[in-house]
């Protein structure tokens, strides 16, 4: 069974850091793009940052960059810190999975959230002024 469970959202205050955490498991992680995403109330669901494992590939929307590193481990947990968070990063984050079929699947899926294979459940980040 795919599981994709994210942890560490919350409250924090404007300019605060976060560490999202997800844990995944039941499919062949080396074979997929891991990424966060996120919905803020009124808008869709946008990408935030994807990770290929097996090429080392990275990518941020421009919002994020400079402010958010996505990273992961050897035991299938995909990490986001978030760093000097304001008003406009509250929302519900997700972590998700898309097979990767090519060295940009990444970038793909960051601009195209619907076309990923699995989701989690998504997890509450409100940044308070």
């Known amino acids: 069974e795919v599981q994709l469970v994210e942890s560490g959202g919350g409250l924090i205050h404007i300019g605060g850091s976060l560490k999202l955490s997800c844990a995944a498991s039941?499919?062949?992680?080396?074979?997929?793009?891991i990424g966060w995403f996120r919905q803020a109330p009124g808008k869709e669901r946008e990408g935030v940052s994807t990770y290929s494992s097996n090429l080392g590939s990275i990518y941020y929307a421009d919002s994020v960059k400079g402010r958010f590193t996505i990273s992961s481990d050897n035991a299938k947990n995909v990490y986001l810190e978030m760093n000097s968070l304001n008003p406009e990063d509250t929302g519900i984050y997700y972590c998700?999975?898309?097979?990767?079929?090519?060295?940009?699947?990444?970038?793909?899926?960051?601009?195209?959230?619907?076309?990923?294979?699995?989701w989690g459940q998504g997890i509450q980040v409100t940044v308070s002024s």
């Open positions: 998700a999975a898309g097979r990767r079929w090519t060295a940009y699947s990444g970038s793909y899926y960051l601009g195209h959230p619907d076309k990923l294979d699995y």
């Open positions: 039941g499919f062949a992680f080396d074979d997929y793009v």
